[in-house]
Nanobody
Framework: QVRLMESGGGSVQAGGSLRLSCAGSGIIVSWNAMDWYRQRPGKQRDLVAYIMPDGRTWYTASVRGRFTISRDNAANTVYLQMNSTNAEDTAVYYC????????WGQGTQVTVSA
């Protein structure tokens, strides 16, 4: 059974940093494209970043240069380092993987205050 468990959310002042973690079980994260999505209040869920098995990464324009996606193969965990945060980053952040079907974590709330 595939499970994704996010952690690391919380409240931060604008300009601050947070690191989100996504621990996988029942799946090897380094063998799959792993994604971070976010859902802002009243908005749809949007793709923020992904990391491919070969290490290639992609970021949506609004976070490029501020966020970094990475993984620790030994820990079977994917991270999202969030730097220079702003109010627009306030959202519930979800870890996602597609492996014959979509798997989502439970989400972790990030709140950025001015």
């Amino acid at each position: 059974q595939v499970r994704l468990m996010e952690s690391g959310g919380g409240s931060v002042q604008a300009g601050g940093s947070l690191r989100l973690s996504c621990a996988g079980s029942g799946i090897i994260v380094s063998w799959n494209a792993m994604d971070w999505y976010r859902q802002r209040p009243g908005k749809q869920r949007d793709l923020v970043a992904y990391i491919m098995p070969d290490g290639r990464t992609w970021y949506t324009a609004s976070v490029r240069g501020r966020f970094t996606i990475s993984r620790d193969n030994a820990a079977n965990t994917v991270y999202l380092q969030m730097n220079s945060t702003n109010a627009e980053d306030t959202a519930v952040y979800y870890c996602h993987v597609f492996d014959t079907t979509d798997y989502w974590g439970q989400g972790t709330q990030v709140t950025v205050s001015a």
